[in-house]
């Protein structure tokens, strides 16, 4: 099955501190992975994604992901989180349809919430 | 910078009546989604489409149905509105599979 978890619903984290928000998925093939952050009342905007390559991958206000294959993860990281950093991300990840086409399966959800 | 427009941000509606949300993306994009958004099952894919008047079901398409009938517009539509369709309904677009989908901001659908 094709499928992304996101463990926590919830991640608290002190202003200043590193932050990781965890992300498993099963996709058969080479997985295509992506991070997406959620304002309120705001739709999705892309962090960063993983198509091949460097298994560190570096996106949007100073977020990375860590690609490992052989855990079949994709966590989010940041060294120094900010109260800015406060809001809700999702992992997903490109899978195929019944008929063959390609879409974006997607996580739960994880809210992170910084504090000062 | 890619925009995607979607009509309403709040839209309250009865059961039983047709609803129709509109997305609009400038960006010339041959794929278009909707997905509808709940606490703790995340975004799930309702239709997509890939070019003018062609659309391919998702994950849960029972109750909707949509419309292209141009590039730069999808629709969604609810046929008879039922109070579980209460939710947060997301509209993207992608020229690329490959590259990340932009996102509308959303309308928050209300049914009585």
């Known amino acids: 099955a094709q499928s992304v978890a996101q463990p926590e619903d919830q991640v608290n984290v002190a202003e200043g501190n590193p932050l990781t928000v965890k992300c498993t998925y099963s996709v058969s093939g080479n997985p295509y992975l992506f991070w997406y952050v959620q304002y309120p009342n705001r739709g999705l905007q892309f962090l960063l994604k993983?198509?091949?390559?460097?298994?560190l991958v570096k996106g949007s206000y100073g977020f990375e992901a860590e690609f490992n294959k052989s855990q079949t993860s994709f966590h989010l990281k940041k060294p120094s989180a900010l109260v800015s950093d406060s809001a809700l991300y999702f992992c997903a990840v490109r899978a195929l349809t019944n008929t063959g086409f390609q879409k974006l399966v997607f996580g739960t959800g994880t809210r992170l919430l910084v504090s000062p | 910078d890619v925009k995607v427009t979607q009509s309403s941000r709040y839209l309250v509606k009865r059961t039983g009546e047709k609803v129709f949300l509109e997305c609009v993306q400038d960006m010339d994009h041959e794929n278009m989604f909707w997905y509808r958004q709940d606490p703790g099952l995340g975004l799930r894919l309702i239709y997509f489409s890939y070019d003018v008047k062609m659309k391919e079901k998702g994950d849960i398409p029972e109750g909707y149905s949509v419309s292209r009938e141009k590039k730069e517009r999808f629709s969604l539509i609810l046929e008879s509105a039922s109070t579980n369709q209460t939710s947060m309904y997301l509209c993207?677009?992608?020229?690329?599979?490959?590259?990340?989908?932009?996102f509308g901001d959303g309308t928050r659908l209300s049914i009585l």
């Open positions: 993983y198509i091949t390559g460097d298994n």
């Open positions: 993207a677009s992608i020229l690329d599979l490959n590259q990340p989908q932009h």
